[in-house]
T-cell receptor
Framework: DTAVSQTPKYLVTQMGNDKSIKCEQN?????MYWYKQDSKKFLKIMFS???????INETVPNRFSPKSPDKAHLNLHINSLELGDSAVYFC??????????????FGSGTRLTVV | GENVEQHPSTLSVQEGDSAVIKCTYS??????FPWYKQELGKRPQLIID?????GEKKDQRIAVTLNKTAKHFSLHITETQPEDSAVYFC???????????FGAGTRLTVKP
């Protein structure tokens, strides 16, 4: 069974649309994250949630809104999509104690293309 | 906040040679340093990590070294194989802190 699963794997959409990416982990981890990987492969943290509470919110446009209905799920909703939002978005999770104890387990990524 | 720098951005070696990737970090409170390997089109996967209470760790052909005084750590891959070709990321974080910062990545190519 996949430990951290994201859907969809690919998403192609037009500028101005609103879209969501879902993430679920079955590892029992307390903390989940969203990272954005651009065309140059740079991994940049966007959000971090611990037990459904937002603990990190980097300088991300407020068009991006994460939602964590429970500690096993962290979804990402994006409003008014722009060309610059095109990237691969990775969900990740880590155990109690944070990334400093056991590192991250990443999902397989969602390749978002805005046209 | 933590800032992690990684060099080189690309590295090409001949099969069987060694490869070394270096990272520096800025926050002296960081005490956990993992390395991730990302193959083309796949997710980053943890390959080895080191904590600040040790200076070196080895796992078969890969090893990491840490110099806390200089705030730098390195990944060493010996006897490289074509399947080692991937993008490698270093990262740094503080124990019990849910904020891991990644280096910019190194694209390693191992030529057969």
């Amino acid at each position: 069974d996949t430990a951290v699963s994201q859907t969809p794997k690919y998403l192609v959409t037009q500028m101005g649309n609103d879209k969501s990416i879902k993430c679920e982990q079955n590892l029992g981890h307390d903390t989940m994250y969203w990272y954005k990987q651009d065309s140059k492969k740079f991994l940049k943290i966007m959000f971090s949630y611990n037990n459904k509470e937002l603990i990190i919110n980097e300088t991300v446009p407020n068009r991006f809104s994460p939602k964590s209905p429970d500690k096993a799920h962290l979804n990402l909703h994006i409003n008014s999509l722009e060309l610059g939002d095109s990237a691969v978005y990775f969900c990740a999770s880590s155990q109690e104690g944070g990334a400093g104890d056991y590192g991250y387990t990443f999902g397989s990524g969602t390749r978002l293309t805005v046209v | 906040g933590e800032n992690v720098e990684q060099h080189p951005s690309t590295l090409s070696v001949q099969e069987g040679d060694s490869a070394v990737i270096k990272c520096t970090y800025s926050d002296s409170a960081s005490n956990y340093f993992p390395w991730y390997k990302q193959e083309l089109g796949k997710r980053p996967q943890l390959i080895i990590d080191i904590r600040s209470n040790v200076g070196e760790k080895k796992d078969q052909r890969i090893a990491v070294t840490l110099n806390k005084t200089a705030k730098h750590f390195s990944l060493h891959i010996t006897e490289t194989q074509p399947e080692d070709s991937a993008v490698y990321f270093c990262a740094a974080s503080i124990h019990n802190n849910n904020d891991m910062r990644f280096g910019a990545g190194t694209r390693l190519t191992v030529k057969p």
